[in-house]
């Protein structure tokens, strides 16, 4: 029993790994028309904003951006930084095909192993069962 928790909390992180990742690119690369969550560095500064958060109006990339101030209090302020002065865009996304197949290979190896289990108590059962002379 032990074994098939330990074998179900691997596929179950394997499946989170699936799910998400962040990819690498050039601003020139990157559309700024998605609403997920990014990281853009510039020269001097890593700015991390979320879906809702940011627009692109002629080439400029306008943010708002919360500054926290003290444990209650944050800032709120728009940034503006040119596209041409993005140096990296880094952005997190899901990959849903990936994750049903990695949920359907959960399944069908839970089912698998659950044969297996079930098949070999079967056949030690059955070698015990055997009368002597």
């Known amino acids: 029993m032990r074994k098939i928790i330990i074998w179900l909390t691997i596929f179950s992180v394997m499946n989170l790994i699936g799910c998400y990742y962040q990819e690498q690119m050039n601003p020139g690369d990157y559309t700024f028309d998605e609403n ?60 849903t095909a990936l994750s049903i197949l990695l949920g359907l290979g959960i399944v069908v190896g839970v089912l698998a192993l659950i044969f297996l289990l079930t098949f070999d108590i079967k056949v030690k059962l059955g070698e015990g069962s055997g009368s002597s002379i």
């Open 36 to 95: 997920s969550t990014m990281k853009i560095t510039t020269k001097d500064t890593v700015y991390n904003f979320s879906g809702n958060d940011y627009y692109l109006v002629n080439d400029t990339l306008i943010a708002e951006v919360s500054k926290k101030l003290d444990r209650t209090t944050s800032l709120k302020f728009n940034v503006e930084i040119p596209v041409k002065d993005i140096e990296e865009v880094e952005v997190e996304r899901s990959d």
